[in-house]
């Protein structure tokens, strides 16, 4: 072949040009699949020989991680289990006034977007949380599980709400997901509302999430792979 030759040349221009095409698109596969096996990894966090998902796309008022730390207490007091024997995940997402979603983001952000006033969700004063009170809650904040099954406020809800904290029960061996697709839809809703663009708002939310909270690309696809693994499944 003759470099002179434009027809052959333009030949193998051309087929340079596609292979370089292809090996650009296992790239992309690769990094795709390298992306989907670390979404993966959170299972191996959730240690134990009793393992189980509790599913609570709405946060009514703390009662599914309520659900979470009896899980956990029970094995342990009745069962005499020890540490790193029993685990457990919760889910974080939905959108909409009552979705748990909000409950996987830090202070800051329940400060910037009014996620209290959102959720109408107020502190014993009357007055909307301006932090995650999911996150470390106190004894004066009981008074949310009360109202959300309409009962007194009686004594012991305070001290069930602070160990039924997102921090208490990552110390206690829970997995806290979030739902890639859902906060996406999240951010939209926010963007109506006129929080700012879709697009800001999510990388800003993403940049403060609570520590230990793991995004998955989809909260249907995380259940069924959980099952999988030989995670039990308990709906909220």
Request: charged share 15%; aromatic share 8%; hydrophobic share 45%.
């Amino acid at each position: 072949m003759h470099l002179t030759d434009p027809t052959p040349r333009r030949g193998f221009l051309a087929r340079v040009a596609a292979a370089a095409a292809a090996f650009t698109a296992v790239g992309a596969g690769a990094r795709e699949a390298s992306a989907l096996q670390a979404s993966e990894a959170w299972m191996n966090e959730v240690k134990g020989t009793h393992r189980c998902l509790f599913d609570f796309p709405r946060h009514n008022n703390g009662w599914g991680l309520v659900h979470v730390l009896n899980y956990l207490n029970t094995y342990s007091a009745a069962y005499k289990t020890g540490a790193g024997q029993v685990g457990a995940v919760g889910t974080f997402y939905g959108i909409g006034a009552g979705s748990s979603i909000a409950l996987g983001f830090n202070d800051a952000m329940w400060a910037k977007y009014a996620l209290g006033e959102y959720h109408g969700l107020k502190d014993a004063s009357g007055k909307p949380y301006t932090r995650n009170v999911f996150h470390r809650p106190t004894k004066a904040d009981g008074h949310l599980l009360a109202q959300a099954i309409q009962i007194p406020n009686l004594g012991p809800l305070g001290d069930i709400i602070t160990g039924a904290g997102i921090e208490s029960l990552q110390k206690m061996g829970t997995k806290f997901l979030m739902c890639a697709n859902a906060l996406g839809a999240w951010t939209l809703e926010l963007e109506a509302r006129g929080k700012g663009t879709a697009a800001g708002i999510d990388k800003e939310l993403r940049a403060n999430l609570l520590p230990g909270v793991t995004i998955v690309p989809a909260m249907v696809i995380a259940i069924e792979q959980a099952q999988a693994a030989g995670i039990h499944y308990n709906r909220q």
